[in-house]
């Protein structure tokens, strides 16, 4: 099949997701909707879903394809770009989670755009599309490199579902020298000007670049059309080029049998007196409700996944479900990504292209001659005009200057890195004392970084700052800044250091799953949304082998 694969590079489309050939080829908005499965709330469906992101949708088309009734809730609305995305930095402020939040600690994050999503589709409504995979490093940094945790689970357990994922995004790449070396489905997109400057930086340093992997189509795909090349990935696709789960899972999760059951936010799971989930309440048009279920997954994300567990408290379960252990919310993650510019005579129009065109992860691995454990990825990025001027802001210009950087725009370009930072207890989320519209206690994430992590992201912005003066760079910016949450619910070996085992089930509780990047032990350097959905397609294939 390889050889075949390699012929027609662009052509095979996935087996058993007809998502792409479901769309309509002139309206962007979901399709189904208006015939859609409507189970009432009593009727004890298969499997309920919380959140319809990128691991929740993509358990539920897996498991509707084997005959599974399922009910995904979904807190934020059904998206129709047509109707609802903009290709406006500020008009787009929807798609992210803004709810009322707490942060503290050391080396607070701020939490809402730029690590999660509100809406059908998840926070890959709004990602930049890049989609690389986690190294088998990533699966036993404990054991290789002394710090973090090893996983339950192998890379070569994920390999088939990684590839089956790529196949149904689908993404576009060179072929991928690092970790496991691999190729894509899709041959690599064009790029533009600004690559050729930053290209020429690192091959003087010895940096090894290659474009891609984002899960965008290099052609048409299906009924979908072929990237424009609009700049606006971080802002919903408004064409429907860019992967999401709205348009590639949930198409076809729909047309067998799922209904997503939008603007209803899960409050609380419960228990009965066998210690069995029966369900999960939740609140829609302003009146609590409680769907039956004979079993439950929870994919909220990292935040919420453990807020809905924490509120869910019982005599069984005085602590919060699954948390006999204190586990629940801990080990929360996130990654650093500062980001540097460089300025160049002529113009290069960093916004031309999707913001991840090229990329290294030559890093990625331990070099104990850098004097810090594991490492990071570099990716080109495109700041818009808005986060332009944050980027200016953080580097200390205001007024005159600012105005200034802001009219030099277009002959900026922006280098960006994601460095592991690693997992700590002590980094978690809580309930606060204030509750939301819902009656819900908010969230609070506590979040310090280590001696480690600074010292990798110090490391990393350096050669950021190398890769722009071997390119010649007139000038520099930079911003500090992190991305991509994930932990808080790990999956591990015992219940005493984990919320769940292998097979994502929750310790304690034979029929609750969770299927979000809340499970993973560590961050690695690679962008999580591909390995979130490969994990929720190999735990489709566990609970359909071992049918709940």
Same mark, same amino acid.
């Given at each position: ?90 008009? !787009?402020? #929807? ?58 689970? !192998? ?138 279920? $004979? ?36 080990? +929360?993650?996130?990654?650093? $990504? ?13 916004? #031309? ?160 799953? +969770? ?30 082998? #071992?049918?709940?």
């Amino acid at each position: 099949m390889r050889p075949l694969r390699r012929i027609a590079k662009g052509a095979l489309g996935p087996a058993d997701n007809d998502s792409r050939f479901l769309l309509d080829r002139h309206r962007r908005g979901l399709p189904g909707r208006a015939s859609m499965a409507s189970y009432r709330d009593d009727d004890e469906v298969d499997l309920l879903v919380v959140g319809a992101g990128a691991g929740g949708s993509t358990l539920a088309q897996r498991l509707a394809r084997r005959g599974w009734r399922i009910v995904v809730l979904e807190s934020g609305p059904f998206w129709d770009p047509d109707r609802d995305w903009v290709s406006d930095e500020a008009g !787009s402020h #929807k798609l992210y989670w803004t709810a009322n939040r707490l942060i503290g600690g050391d080396d607070p994050v701020e939490l809402g755009k730029n690590n999660s999503g509100h809406g059908v589709g998840g926070s890959m409504v709004h990602y930049a599309g890049y989609a690389p995979r986690f190294h088998p490093s990533d699966f036993e940094t404990y054991t290789r490199d002394g710090v973090g945790a090893d996983w339950p689970i !192998s890379y070569d357990e994920l390999r088939p579902h990684y590839e089956r994922v790529e196949a149904e995004l689908p993404v576009a790449g060179q072929d991928w020298p690092w970790g496991d070396p691999h190729r894509y489905p899709h041959a690599a997109h064009p790029v533009g000007g600004g690559v050729d400057r930053a290209r020429a930086g690192a091959r003087k340093l010895g940096i090894e670049m290659r474009v891609g992997p984002v899960a965008i189509p290099n052609g048409t795909f299906g009924n979908r059309p072929h990237c424009i090349y609009r700049g606006f990935c971080l802002q919903g696709c408004k064409v429907n080029a860019k992967a999401s789960p709205l348009i590639t899972h949930l198409p076809d999760a729909i047309a067998h049998g799922v209904e997503v059951r939008a603007d209803s936010h899960a409050t609380r799971i419960d228990v009965d007196q066998t210690g069995r989930c029966t369900g999960a309440a939740y609140v829609r048009a302003g009146r609590g409700r409680f769907q039956r279920a $004979a079993a439950v997954a929870v994919a909220g994300y990292s935040i919420e996944t453990p807020r809905l567990l924490l509120n869910s408290k019982s005599a069984r379960w005085p602590d919060g479900l699954a948390n006999h252990h204190d586990q629940v919310g801990r080990y +929360i993650m996130v990654q650093g $990504a500062p980001q540097v510019a460089g300025r160049f005579p002529a113009p290069v129009r960093q916004y #031309k292209a999707p913001p991840p065109e090229i990329s290294s992860e030559q890093f990625y691995e331990t070099d104990a001659a850098r004097g810090f454990a594991r490492g990071f990825a570099i990716q080109t990025v495109g700041p818009l005009p808005i986060g332009w001027a944050e980027h200016v802001l953080a580097d200390g210009h205001w007024g005159r200057e600012l105005r200034e950087y802001m009219r030099d725009y277009n002959h900026w370009y922006t280098l960006g890195v994601l460095s592991e930072l690693l997992p700590r207890a002590e980094n978690r989320v809580t309930l606060a004392r204030e509750p939301d519209a819902n009656g819900v206690p908010i969230a609070r994430m506590d979040y310090s970084q280590c001696d480690n992590d600074r010292a990798n992201m110090a490391y990393a912005k350096q050669v950021l700052h190398d890769i722009w003066e071997a390119a010649g760079a007139q000038d520099v910016l930079t911003i500090d800044r992190y991305a991509h949450l994930v932990g808080g619910c790990r999956m591990g070996t015992d219940p005493e250091s984990s919320v769940i085992d292998a097979d994502h089930r929750a310790w304690g509780l034979p029929n609750l799953f +969770i299927a979000d990047g809340s499970v993973m032990p560590t961050q690695g350097s690679a962008n999580p949304a591909l390995t979130i959905m490969a994990l929720a397609s190999r735990l489709a294939e566990r609970m359909e082998a #071992k049918r709940v």
